[in-house]
């Protein structure tokens, strides 16, 4: 699908691509290539982030005086699609796209002076503390308490599935502070170093062999009331906002244009009965079936520009993109793992299969294929369920 835009548009593109083109090492591309799970490598991402800030360009979103762009939403697009185009890496959201826009919404001057330019800058390196044991879907089911004691709270319980946090000096957490009103009601939420006393964080490793995400306890954990953000039991209408961000994304059309370039490659090089895979009609149909599903994304990714333009705002429509894009997703990294197949096996490339002299799938595919597959299942969980999206779908567009 071709999509126009305007001849200040296109010079916009060139520049950023001169700027990719110049920036962006040969290893840093392909490590960003070879990423299976949700985040890029801490360290890459940390190394994109400090080429960008000194560019200019790490935080297109946030206002101008902070370190902003003044990027129109179709720049922001550009650059999304060009950033994909050249492999660079993802930077890592948790306080540059997440807890940003909430300290600038709900942060007092001193939390912003204090922890914008240490984000900005990558001294902190934050992770989020919603999800617990007992509450997903269910947020605001949470038990995490804090109880005043002079000037500070005393926080206990457990938070789950808290990504990066055996990487983060700081957790932006939502804790129940007050359990005789509806849930909803009584939640605060905090901002709390992760070198007080009390706290620990146990590794989760996935099926995939990484270890992305990890539980978090607390036990009599003493955070003072100043890293409160927002009033005491209004932290629910802080999360909500905070998680717009998290749901809202970017456009995701533009990566998974590349990664269908990617896997049409494999398929070409790779043989079923001595005929290249991409030959083969019903391989070729499942390919021809994503690549129309990536063109209604885009589409709708352009629509939701086109609204963001005119000072809109997404809707229910990331609701949409969001099922759609990981359903595009996990069925790309279902024909890759198909693709390689037995090559896919964790290290099938560094061991003889049963002496067969098949020219070998390149690593770059193999070695990445299985961790793809299983890491991809997780997105239809994380960040609002599918079924819980489905759910806003209902309700919001069909009125159910
Ligand atoms: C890789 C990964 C990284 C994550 N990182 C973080 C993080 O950094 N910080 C953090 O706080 N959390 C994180 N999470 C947690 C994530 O937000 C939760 O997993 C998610 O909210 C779902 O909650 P749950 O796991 O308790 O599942 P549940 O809510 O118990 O859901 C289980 C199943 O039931 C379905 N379901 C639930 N409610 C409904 C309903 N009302 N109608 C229909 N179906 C329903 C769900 O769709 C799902 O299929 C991460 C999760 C993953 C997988």
Redesign the pocket.
Known sequence: MNIEFSAEDEAFRAQVQTFLDSSLTPEMRREAERTTT?FADKDLAMRWQHMLVDKGWAVPAWPIEHGGVDWTPNQKYIWGQECAKAHAPGLIPLGLRMLAPVLFKYGTAEQKAEYLPKILSGEQYW?????EPG?????SSLKTSAVKEGDDYIVNGT?I???HAQFADHIFCLVRTDTSVKPQAGITFLLIPMDLPGIKVDPIITMADDH??NQVFFDDVRVPQSNRVGPENEGWTVAKYLLEFERGGGGSAPGIIEALKSLKHLASQEKDGGQPLIEDPSFAARIAELEIRTDALQLQELMTLERLSSGGSPGPASSLAKNSSVEINQGLSELRLEAVHYYGLPNANKISLNGCNETWVSEDYSETAMARYLNGR?AS????????QK?IIAKVVLGL
Request: with cysteine.
């Open positions: 949700v992770c989020q503390g919603y999800s509450a997903g879907s269910d947020l938070k599935w808290t990504t992305e995400v997780a969980v994380f960040g609002g369920s599918r079924e819980v759910n």
